[in-house]
């Protein structure tokens, strides 16, 4: 089979635009990320940390490429150390291979960055003035997560604001909610003029993208840190096949995030990525944020929904979080969805759904928790329920297959895991206690 190249030609920068030049047999297509006035980008271009991020801004982009083909080779016009290509390689590998799965595409296919421009010298790393270590962007996603991240970090002492990728109506409810003002909006503009066919559908590692960009748009506004809301059952895989890990949240793991961090530290990019809600299991995110009222009304946790800011009540990712929220606070959640009862009989698949969240096979491919996590949810959901007898057996076959072991650790004890910055690690430990 011959290779599929995908070529970024050039990338340009002008006031308040990041344009992306991509050629795919033969056909020419632009995609740009703008930004909002307060920014202006032509002041940067001869920055070396600047160029730096925008070259991994290009290589994040570059996975919305993968709808038209899926490309073997990418070649870009710009310099990578090997240590950048390892990284990014390895990204495009693991952050790809639901792709490669549901798309019926050889496992083994890995991708490899082509440059024919040398690595120049080594970026010195600047020094963080006190001020801008003292400023942070939270990632807003729209969902509860981010905001659970943006309450841990209200009590950091650090200026915060919000960072979305799109101002869709549940990310600028959520900051509405908030109390927090300070907003820093990016729009991500596909190419309307594309005449190209779309080959696949499906995941593609986007967190990739997002992480990218705001450490841009942090170094751009002189802020340090950049707060995701990337939790402890992120790391783990949803299946193995061919001796391969499938994780859906690869490019929000431990692992993508360790190694992050070890991109910026050798590319001298001040700036520090991390997730505060590393330790914490997400049921445990859900109970914390079933206590913030104020955001119940704004929020929307399901991803085939949340362009049109509604759950489509027909998926894992609702499953899980409804299914918690009538668990951890049955009165706001029928507030939201309605009576329990009449909101799983008129939304069928919405249990077949949380029983497939224990599948011993394969857990399903949304961000949801580790299939203990979901074991332990079902066991207080359930008697809630009135399933059908088919309901019952599959329900009751899946439960032999999965013993329950960690029911104390999903809801009340921190992991331990995490990558904090040293300085903020011991209030972010008491902060998260204190919530829990």
């Not at 329990?340 to 759904?353: M, R, T």
């Given at each position: 089979m011959p290779k599929a190249i995908l070529t970024l030609r050039s990338i340009d920068i002008s006031e308040r635009k990041l344009s992306f030049v991509y050629i795919v047999s033969g056909h020419e297509i632009t995609r740009a990320i703008t930004f909002p006035d307060t920014v202006n980008l032509s002041s940067f271009v001869s920055d070396k940390i600047f160029g730096t991020l925008v070259?991994?801004?290009?290589?994040?982009?570059?996975?919305?490429?993968?709808?038209?083909?899926?490309f073997d080779q990418i070649d870009v016009p710009f310099d990578l150390s090997d240590e950048e290509k390892a990284f990014f390689e390895e990204t495009y590998d693991k952050g790809l291979a639901e792709f490669r799965y549901t798309n019926g595409i050889e496992m083994t296919r890995m991708v490899k960055l082509h440059t024919s421009m040398r690595k120049q010298a080594d970026r010195p790393s600047l020094p963080i003035e006190p001020a801008t270590r003292k400023r942070a962007f939270?990632?807003?996603?729209?969902?509860?997560?981010?905001?659970?991240?943006?309450?841990?970090?209200?009590?950091?002492?650090?200026?915060v604001a919000w960072f979305s990728s799109g101002a869709n109506v549940s990310r600028q409810g959520v900051v509405k909610a908030s109390g927090v003002t300070d907003s820093f909006v990016?729009?991500?503009?596909?190419?309307?003029?594309?005449?190209?066919?779309r080959k696949y559908e499906g995941h593609k590692p986007m967190s990739l993208y997002v992480a990218m960009v705001s450490s841009l748009c942090a170094y751009l506004n002189n802020r340090y840190y950049v707060i995701a809301a990337n939790e402890y059952s992120a790391s783990f895989p949803n299946l193995h096949i061919d001796g391969m890990a499938i994780n859906h949240q690869y490019t929000k793991s431990l692992e993508f995030e360790c190694g992050l961090r070890k991109l910026f530290?050798?590319?001298?990019?001040?700036?520090?990525?991390?997730?505060?809600?590393?330790?914490?299991?997400?049921?445990?995110?859900?109970?914390?944020f079933s206590e913030f009222d104020q955001y119940h009304d704004a929020f929307v946790s399901c991803n085939r929904g949340i362009r049109d800011n509604k759950w489509c009540l027909d998926c894992a990712k609702c499953a899980f979080v409804v299914g918690?929220?009538?668990?951890?606070?049955p009165e706001k959640a029928a507030k939201k969805w309605g009576a329990?009862?009449?909101?799983?009989?008129?939304?069928?698949?919405?249990?077949?759904?949380t029983i497939e969240l224990i599948n011993p096979d394969q857990k399903p491919f949304e961000c949801i928790g580790t299939t203990q996590e979901n074991?332990?949810?079902?066991?207080?959901?359930?008697?809630?329920?009135?399933?059908?007898?088919?309901?019952?057996?599959?329900?009751?076959?899946?439960?032999?297959?999965?013993?329950?072991?960690?029911?104390?650790?999903?809801?009340?004890?921190?992991?331990?895991?995490?990558?904090?910055?040293?300085?903020?690690?011991?209030?972010?430990?008491?902060?998260?206690?204190?919530?829990?």
């Open positions: 070259k991994y801004c290009a290589l994040g982009d570059c996975i919305y490429m993968y709808n038209f083909d899926y939270v990632l807003n996603g729209g969902g509860k997560d981010g905001v659970v991240a943006m309450e841990l970090a209200k009590h950091l002492g650090l200026d990016v729009e991500r503009c596909p190419d309307p003029n594309a005449t190209l066919e530290k050798e590319a001298g990019v001040p700036v520090r990525y991390f997730s505060i809600v590393r330790p914490l299991y997400e049921l445990q995110i859900v109970k914390l918690a929220m009538y668990c951890f606070t329990i009862n009449d909101v799983y009989q008129n939304n069928p698949g919405l249990l077949d759904e074991l332990y949810l079902i066991t207080m959901l359930f008697p809630l329920l009135t399933l059908s007898v088919e309901q019952k057996v599959r329900y009751e076959s899946y439960k032999k297959a999965v013993q329950l072991t960690e029911a104390k650790k999903v809801l009340s004890l921190q992991t331990g895991v995490d990558l904090f910055p040293a300085e903020l690690k011991k209030t972010i430990y008491r902060t998260i206690g204190e919530a829990l």
